[in-house]
């Protein structure tokens, strides 16, 4: 399966970026889905997770009650909207697609990876 971000750019402090993952190939629709991102010089962090259902999901600490991961299984596209952005949310921003249906915040647990989207908030 092909994974292919989009909807990354730049934005203020406070604004709101919706990032869509369109995957090709083959449904994704008994798959989980993630979001990881990773910023210049640190470690690829977790963000989100959805259960391939879409009536489970996750996210870490740093962006719970702000981020929202979805899916549109006709469509074959998850999608993760930010909100009230912060200047540590830039990073590349990557979704995957999980081995099985469960969600789990962890990368072993996803094989297939798309290029990723920046995504840079300034203040």
């Known amino acids: 399966v092909q994974l292919v971000e989009s909807g990354g750019g730049l934005v203020q402090a406070g604004g709101s970026l919706r990032l869509s993952c369109a995957a090709s190939g083959r449904t994704i629709s008994s798959n989980a889905m993630a979001w990881f991102r990773q910023a210049p010089g640190k470690e690829r962090e977790f963000v989100a997770t959805i259960r391939w259902s879409g009536d489970s999901s996750y996210y870490a600490d740093s962006v719970k009650g702000r981020f929202t991961i979805s899916r549109d299984n006709a469509k074959n596209t998850v999608y993760l909207q930010m909100n009230s952005l912060k200047p540590e949310d830039t990073g590349v921003y990557c979704c995957?697609?999980?081995?099985?249906?469960?969600?789990?915040?962890?990368?072993?647990?996803?094989?297939?990876w798309g290029q990723g989207a920046q995504g840079t908030v300034s203040l």
């Open positions: 995957t697609a999980g081995l099985s249906g469960n969600h789990i915040p962890e990368p072993t647990g996803y094989d297939y």
